[in-house]
């Protein structure tokens, strides 16, 4: 099996890593802080300090090149203003200056670059249009990677992820914040997946022969932003969130929430479910809530 990089070695990354390791595989992780470092340290993972805000990622040029050993999951996160991922283009400038070239690359990216569907179901044909920043940010870097890789005959596979859900990964605190949601005839649909499953798809894409190309990865059951919520608060024996009109809400909720209650979409997986061979433990969010319960009492 080929050498494995992450890069951007955080929440999916680290549970990525830790069902390598379970195949005996030990991936080479960069990340950004000394604290990451001694969390990847802890797992008995590889490790390295990087910059993806400077050319060259502060690394030394052997290190540079050992980069492009093998295949490379990029699961680092856009900077935090514009609508170029300049992260994304240090990255591949390493890639460019490299004498080889990495086997496949796999990208975290968002459902966020479809924008605001009107609550049509989609798939991976909609054409782009990204509403907020931070999804321009995501756009421009899988513009930049297909690029990349299509020059230079590298595989890639990318995956638009929506909402990812765990049970440490769980709105409670927005829930028994006091804070108001949007009631269901104003709430948009949203899309989601387990951290579980995407992490288990991850690891197909890194060491299978899946085709390149754009996948939506995601459970393939949408529902409401509402509808998630009292979900999660009747889930853990939560009060409900008081409920307000979309009207309302444009007083009452910030401007980041605001911005996610904007876009309503339903999002197929079919192309996913066709290419790749992993199965979802947690098929809805029925299935996901019904397993952290249980393994909360």
């Known amino acids: 099996m080929s050498d494995i990089q992450i890069i951007g070695c955080g929440y999916i990354g680290k549970k990525v890593a830790n069902l390598l390791l379970k195949k005996n595989i030990n991936p080479l992780c960069l990340v950004h802080t000394e604290q990451s470092v001694s969390k990847c340290n802890d797992l008995g993972l590889k490790v390295k300090q990087f ?14 090149h050992k980069l492009v050993k093998g295949n490379i999951a990029y699961f680092s996160p856009p900077p935090p203003k514009g609508k170029v991922d300049t ?7 390493v890639l460019k200056s490299a004498p080889a070239k990495p086997g496949k690359i796999l990208l975290i990216s968002t459902t966020g670059v479809y924008g605001d569907c009107s609550g049509e179901w989609i798939d991976e044909t909609r054409p782009l249009n990204p509403m907020a920043d ?6 421009n870097a899988e513009e930049q990677l297909k690029r990349y890789c299509e020059k230079n005959n590298i595989e890639y596979v990318i995956f638009r992820v929506p909402g990812i859900y765990a049970a440490d990964k769980l709105p409670i605190k927005r829930i028994t914040s006091g804070e108001p949601i949007v ?27 899946t085709p390149s190309g754009v ?13 998630y919520f009292m979900r999660v608060a009747d889930a853990f024996g939560i009060e409900r969130p008081r409920e307000i009109s979309l009207m309302q809400a444009q007083q009452e909720l910030s401007k980041g929430m605001l911005s996610y209650l904007a876009e309503s979409k339903r999002i197929s997986n079919k192309k ?4 790749f061979k992993t199965l979802f433990v947690y098929s809805n969010l029925q299935a996901g809530l019904k397993n952290i319960g249980e393994n909360c009492e």
């Open 272 to 275: 996913l479910t066709t290419h």
């Open 183 to 209: 009631n269901a005839a104003d709430s948009g649909y949203t899309n989601r997946i387990h951290a579980e499953d995407l992490s288990r798809f991850c690891v197909e894409a890194l060491m299978s022969d």
């Open 87 to 93: 992260r994304m283009e240090h990255f591949l400038e």
């Open 51 to 64: 910059e993806l805000d400077q050319k060259g990622l502060g690394l030394s040029e052997n290190d540079q």
């Open 215 to 227: 996948y939506n990865c995601c459970d393939g059951h949408p529902s409401t932003m509402n509808d």
């Open 134 to 139: 931070r999804a321009y940010r995501r756009a």
